[in-house]
């Protein structure tokens, strides 16, 4: 229910913009059909996994078998960062006019201190090489493959 509200619920949308061109495939519209699918994948502990559409194929816009994967919490909200646009883990620090980088441990939940830089871009690079190694860890927790992979080529730029 939670993927047809996103899609379709003008409320949603209008909390979140980001799913206004979202939509669903047909065969997966009743629930029959969506739930012929989860019982067709490896992984038979999906109650505790979280439906995903754009881990396989990056600004996925359709909610499908081909494009839709389950994945941990952990693996999801990992994910989160790639998709802004801004510099993330950098932090002006105003007072000391230099850019502080830190990036959050998803194993520990800590965030950890990268370093202070003169530039942004610098404080970024820190962040997005700490991010990759961090990846690479994630990646190989993976049971499906395709996850694995996704996540290492989405990190490797």
């Not at 081909?66 to 952990?74: A, D, I, K, N």
């Not at 105003?94 to 201190?113: A, I, L, Q, T, Y």
């Not at 820190?126 to 690479?136: F, Y």
Request: with cysteine; charged share 30%.
């Amino acid at each position: 229910s939670a993927m047809i509200t996103r899609c379709y619920s003008e409320k949603m949308i209008e909390r979140d913009p980001s799913y206004s061109d979202c939509y669903v495939c047909d065969s997966w519209l009743s629930f029959s059909g969506f739930i012929d699918w989860v019982n067709s994948q490896p992984r038979k502990d999906w109650e505790s996994l979280e439906l995903d559409k754009d881990i396989l194929i990056e600004n996925n816009r359709v909610y499908s078998p081909e494009t839709c994967v389950f994945v941990s919490r952990l693996t999801n909200t990992f994910l989160v960062n790639k998709r802004s646009n801004n510099l993330t883990g950098v932090f002006y620090m105003k007072d000391k006019g230099v850019f502080r980088s830190s990036c959050r441990n998803p194993f520990n939940g800590k965030r950890e201190h990268l370093g202070f830089f003169a530039t942004d871009i610098e404080a970024h690079k820190a962040w997005k090489i700490r991010k990759r190694k961090h990846a690479m860890e994630l990646s190989k927790q993976q049971l499906d493959e395709r996850v694995s992979k996704a996540i290492v080529d989405r990190y490797s730029d």
